[in-house]
Nanobody, 123 residues
């Protein structure tokens, strides 16, 4: 069992940066691949980025490549999403997820989810 808590969301102007954190409970954080997803009002929850257990492999959705960076610190049981050059279309609730997989873009591959943190980007 893994419990996940996101933090770091907020309201920023376009072009600014935010760093999201996902803190995991338990002693098995390093056994899980992790992912970030987001859901805008009226839209499906979509994949943003994922990282494997060791942090050696990462994948991103095309719309955030070059702007967002996913990372993890297994000693601190925490995953991060550094978001630079934010755009209004990045506005969404951001969720972190954990799964016993290598790495995945699909929601169904993840077993545990956080409650989400709101990111709002104004133009």
């Amino acid at each position: 069992q893994v419990q996940l808590v996101e933090s770091g969301g907020g309201l920023v102007q376009a072009g600014y940066s935010l760093r999201l954190s996902c803190a995991a409970s338990g002693r098995t954080f390093s056994s899980y691949a992790m992912g970030w997803f987001r859901q805008a009002p009226g839209k499906e929850r979509e994949f943003v980025a994922a990282i494997n257990k060791s942090g050696s492999s990462t994948v991103y959705t095309d719309s955030v490549k070059g702007r967002f960076t996913i990372s993890r610190d297994n000693a601190k049981n925490t995953m991060y999403l550094q978001m630079n050059s934010l755009k209004p279309e990045d506005t969404a609730v951001y969720y972190c997820a954990a799964g016993r997989i290598f790495i995945a873009r699909t929601r169904g591959a993840y077993d545990y989810w956080g409650q989400g943190t709101q990111v709002t980007v104004s133009s």
